[in-house]
Structure formats: C-alpha cells, structure tokens
C-alpha cells in the first residue's frame, strides 16, 4: 500500500497570502497525484488531477506540481473560500489511497 | 452536469447490515470505474472499494473485505454497496465518486453503525 503524508497538518495564513502545501508518497506513483478540496460540511471536489492539471472550474490560483514521491500544491493568493482542508490522493496502484489531510485555517 | 445522489444510509445495529444505492447522471455511466469512498466523523477521507466499469475488476479495502460486495447495473446507471457484518467503526459518510481520479462526488449518505 502507498502510503501518502502531507505536510504541514495545519497552515495558518491571512487572505491574499501564498499557500503551500506538500505531499509525500512512500514510492514513486510517476504523476498520478489529484488534490482535493474540502470544505465543513461538504462532499470534497477534486482541485487538482495527475500532479498539475486543473479541474473544471477550477480557478487559476490553484497549481499543482511534482512527479515521483514529491507533490505541491500551491495557492498563489488566498481568497476566503479557499480556507479548508486539503487530501492528496493517488491513482498509481489500488487500494487507492489518501494524506491525512492540511487544514488551510484564516490566521 | 454529473450527479451521483447516494440514497440507503441510516441507523443500524452492530452485526446488522444495509444496501446503499448511488444514481447517476449526466454521463456515460457505463465507461467509467465507480467508487466508494467514506469519512468517519471528524476524520479523513479512506476509499473503500472500486469496480471496473463492466464489473471485471474489483477492489476493496482490507477492512470491509468479505463483509462488503461492490456491484453495478449499468442498465440502471447505478452503484451499489452491499455492507453486511457492520461494525461501529464503519461508522461514516459513505461518497459515491467517479473514476479513479475521483472527479465528482456525491453528497454522501450517513450510516450509523449503533446499539
């Protein structure tokens, strides 16, 4: 099994700050890293697919990269709906499998 | 648009058992893999089980395997979960999602698994 750990478990910034958010996979799964988003009280929604391609819909400010055992996800400017927790998922082999989660909270 | 309403959750005693059920729309149903994925209260996200779209393959997570079957009606454009055997801590939201990418998911449906 693949196991994934994000970090850090928590990220306390201000609106219009950077946002980043890193997740490490304990073998090399090539690109095949999604992020998803998941706000309280919500079904997540996936952000990003395949390490660096956006969903639809999904704003600009969201950028993922990495390939191998080392992902990120970087939010250039936050805006108040951005604040909420973060999952890594990967694809590479079943079971499928998740990060613990970041909690991107308003500092 | 894609949706998948998941219907079939609710209270049940340990031991118990229940059918969840997931419609979809919006897509071709029959071309996609199809997942189920839950979050128990407070916690992440853990997959459950996958099925290939013609139900070739089949995935399951160790802890609900040989309690929990995965099947689909491709005629119907659904999803089940057949969940037997239910312990306390299968207590969650349980997610029908889309694709391995897990690109669009449901609202989810709760099961509370209780005396």
């Known amino acids: 099994e693949i196991v994934l750990t994000q970090s850090p478990a928590t990220l306390s910034l201000s609106p219009g700050e950077r946002a980043t958010l890193s997740c490490r996979a304990s073998q090399n799964i090539s690109y095949y890293l999604n992020w998803h988003q998941q706000k309280l009280g919500q079904a997540p929604r996936l952000l990003i697919y395949?390490?660096?391609n956006r969903a639809t819909g999904i704003p600009a400010r969201f950028s993922g990269s990495g390939s191998g055992t080392d992902f990120t996800l970087t939010i250039s400017s936050l805006e108040p709906e951005d604040f909420a927790v973060y999952y890594c998922?990967?694809?590479?082999?079943?079971?499928?499998?998740f990060g613990g989660g970041t909690k991107v909270e308003i500092k | 648009e894609v949706q998948l309403v998941e219907s079939g959750g609710g209270l049940v005693k340990p031991g118990g058992s229940l059918r969840l059920s997931c419609a979809a729309s919006g897509f071709a149903f029959s071309s996609h893999y199809m997942n189920w994925v839950r979050q128990a209260p407070g916690k992440g996200l853990e997959w459950v089980s996958s099925i290939s779209s013609s139900s070739t393959y089949i995935f399951y997570a160790d802890s609900v395997k040989g309690r929990f079957t995965i099947s689909r009606d491709n005629a119907k454009n659904s999803l089940y979960l057949q969940m037997n055997s239910l312990r306390a801590e299968d207590t969650a939201v349980y997610y029908c999602?889309?694709?391995?990418?897990?690109?669009?998911w449901g609202q989810g449906t709760l099961v509370t698994v209780s005396s």
């Open positions: 999602v889309r694709d391995p990418r897990l690109d669009n």
């Open positions: 998922q990967q694809r590479n082999s079943w079971p499928l499998t």
């Open positions: 395949d390490a660096s």
